[in-house]
């Protein structure tokens, strides 16, 4: 199945006449599972597992425009009831619908539980991202249940949707088994690809697990392609992963004019660019305006810089709403064809206001270039697979006194100077100042994220302390924060940070959220200010034992294997400074401060770790640096050690203790013990 938050149109049908409209046969009921698969366990090959696909079965069709996907699967433990109770069906900006779903649960006595209810659209949220998908419960999921379902997703009769066959999935696959059957073309019937171009034939890159068995058929109007695949391991899980569609096994099918890659990508590049530069046109308004957004003697970079503010002031439609055709016309508007559209409106979406932006350089006078990425996050760019599907989005190169700044005015809330994480090292096709070529888009400093959290706090003889707790974000951690909370209530919000910082804390602290500043100004840090009171520590007797790490207490643990098959990948660098001042009660001293520790690794990480008492005050300082995005797996033990000792340095504890205090008889007051 194609993923539908990545794909895009892959080929439009001219010749509509041709296509014929099948309809879809009735869907058959669900199997009954045998008495073996209603007891089975875990597969010897994967001993661990929560699930395991009994099979996998999809059937994707370019003619009749419908992919089926039929599942079923058997729940193991109770983290993959948790796990797979509610089934998730990508979307891909409404291009599919989900149509016919029929699912049941099969206990391990055999009783059948049929669903009945009805899928929902929901807004999902998934490593930093934001995406919509249609979302079905399975009914009354137990441990040892088999979950079967079947649903149609279906699309518009002049697109076609290759199939994109991601053979692996999160669970141990005993049988796979998928069929795609493209669009015949011959005679009076013919595909046009990119600008349209027609195409030359069906085409498909792929990388497959051993013993599996494809079978291209090629009989006269009956064309199909066939893959069957069993006992197929599961996607690795392990922290940090690089985009495992990029490495995992797959076949991906589409429809090209061409097949030799340099050639492709260079008229590509050719359309891409005068793509770019039709839509990056300014009208009346948008050359009667831009002179005003800036001062005659501005620098370049700050004309750069201004014209940039304006453009991310416009609605980013990815992020609120798509406006509607009647609205549109309600409000005297016709249909965008270029730049000069957007810039009327005010809102647009992500590569719209990205391409108007390019517009606004250049008509400023200023030399800038549009390229398009892969989102990273998702995929990494494949020059083999000559596809121009796979690219994602668009950013925009200023060129600024001879320096070249990437830019990226279509991800709402992304600071000026960087770009939104995902674009950041993505590879893609850019325009150059005599043409196009495939380039790399430009990267993040670990100093362009900041991640502060302080907390000023006073301390009780009773062991409790009370403050503030501040958290400040900027750059990348800033972006996915505001990004996350776009268009939610503010109420929720509040609830979902203190959510998130009472998890940082000790047991039994209580915070409500006091201030939060700058949600909605992507040039100035985020700041969230929360009141705090409650015991941050363990007494015993007179000595009261606090974590060096006191912001850090239910931090999950990562890395915690010893060996790795995969390289690590992180989002993004960053530097992280925790704070913790402490006001001490008289009578209360610390005793046996924990040592300063620190390190550095790979050139590219370094801690440092340390405690300082003046008087009645303490404090404990923890400043992470993260320069590394991606670890080759060779260098993962070193990556661990570093790890290794941070965690070390975290456990640390501070001893404060109580002195006794002489009574008038001489003897002494255990006040901590009363």
């Known amino acids: 199945m ?51 696909y009994l099979s996998y079965d999809e059937s994707d069709s370019d003619q009749t425009n419908v992919h089926i996907i039929s599942v079923r699967l058997k729940v193991l433990t109770q983290a993959g009831v948790e796990r797979y109770s509610d089934v998730q069906v990508g979307m891909l900006e409404r291009r599919f619908g989900v149509e016919d779903v029929e699912a049941q649960t099969v206990h391990t006595d055999g009783r059948v539980i049929p669903f009945t209810g009805k899928p929902f659209q929901k807004t999902m949220h998934r490593r930093g991202e934001t995406y919509k998908a249609v979302v079905f419960s399975m009914p009354d999921v137990q441990v040892g249940s088999i979950l079967e379902y079947r649903y149609r997703l279906s699309y518009a009769d002049n697109i076609l949707l290759p199939a994109h066959w991601y053979v692996q999935q999160d669970a141990f696959v005993l049988h796979a088994h998928y069929i795609f059957r493209p669009f015949q073309m011959n005679g009076s019937k013919y595909v046009t690809v990119d600008h349209d171009q027609i195409g030359a034939g069906l085409f498909y890159v792929s990388s497959l697990p051993k013993g599996a068995k494809f079978i291209p058929s090629n009989g006269v109007g009956h064309a199909y392609y066939e893959l069957t695949a069993e006992n197929i391991p599961a996607l690795p899980d392990e922290d940090a992963l690089p985009p495992t569609r990029s490495f995992s096994y797959r076949m991906l099918f589409y429809y090209a004019a061409q097949t030799e890659v340099d050639s492709y990508w260079a008229k590509e590049g050719k359309f891409l660019s005068k793509d770019m530069n039709t839509f990056a046109v300014a009208g009346p308004k948008m050359r009667a305006d831009i002179p005003g957004l800036f001062a005659p003697g501005d620098s370049a970079e700050v004309k750069t810089r201004k014209l940039y503010l304006a453009a991310m002031k416009m609605e980013n439609t990815n992020f609120t709403r798509q406006h509607t055709q009647e609205e549109n016309q309600a409000q005297g508007l016709h249909a965008v064809r270029t730049a000069e559209d ?59 006194d001879g320096k070249e700044v990437f830019l990226d005015p279509g991800q709402r809330f992304c600071p000026y100077g960087q770009l939104a994480w995902k674009h950041s090292w993505a ?248």
């Open 427 to 674: 590879r893609g096709v850019r325009q150059t100042e005599d043409g196009t070529a495939i380039a790399s888009a430009g990267t993040l400093s670990y100093k362009d994220t900041v991640i502060a959290r302080t907390a000023i706090l006073g301390l009780r003889d009773d062991g409790e302390a009370s403050g503030t707790l501040t958290l400040l974000f900027s750059g990348q951690e800033a972006l996915r924060i505001r990004q996350r909370e776009t268009g939610e209530a503010v109420a929720d919000t509040k609830q979902r940070f203190e959510e998130e910082a009472r998890a940082m804390l000790p047991g039994g602290m209580q915070l409500h959220v006091i201030t939060m500043d700058d949600l909605d100004d992507g040039e100035k840090p985020l700041k969230i200010v929360f009141g705090i009171r409650g015991p941050i520590g363990t007494g015993h007797g007179r000595r009261l034992i606090l974590p060096q790490a006191l912001l850090r207490q239910n931090e999950q643990e990562s890395f915690t294997s010893p060996s790795r098959k995969n390289d690590v990948y992180f989002h993004y660098p960053y530097v992280s400074t925790d704070v913790v001042q402490l006001s001490l009660p008289d009578g209360i001293k610390p005793e046996g401060v924990p040592p300063e520790k620190k390190a550095q690794a790979l050139d590219l990480l370094a801690y440092n770790v340390h405690t300082t008492v003046t008087g009645s005050k303490v404090q404990m300082v923890r400043t992470v640096a993260m320069g590394a995005v991606l670890v080759p797996v060779a260098q993962y033990p070193k990556l661990r050690e570093f790890l290794g000792g941070l965690r070390s340095a975290d456990e640390e504890q501070l001893l404060l203790v109580q002195q006794a205090t002489p009574t008038a008889a001489g003897g002494e007051a255990n006040a901590a013990g009363r």
């Open 2 to 52: 194609p993923v539908p938050f990545l794909l895009r149109t892959s080929a439009a049908i001219l010749s509509l006449s041709a296509l014929p409209l099948l309809p879809m046969a009735h869907a058959s009921s669900l199997p009954m599972p045998t008495p073996q698969e209603l007891n089975m366990q875990a597969p010897a090959e994967d001993p661990g597992a929560n699930a395991v």
């Open 342 to 400: 957007i810039w009327v409106r005010q809102r647009g979406s992500g590569d719209e206001i990205a391409l108007t932006f390019l517009a606004m350089l250049r008509t400023a006078g200023l030399r800038a270039y549009g390229m398009k990425v892969t989102n990273r996050d998702q995929n990494i760019f494949e020059p083999l697979f000559i596809d121009t599907s796979q690219l994602d989005d668009t950013i925009v190169i200023a060129s600024i």
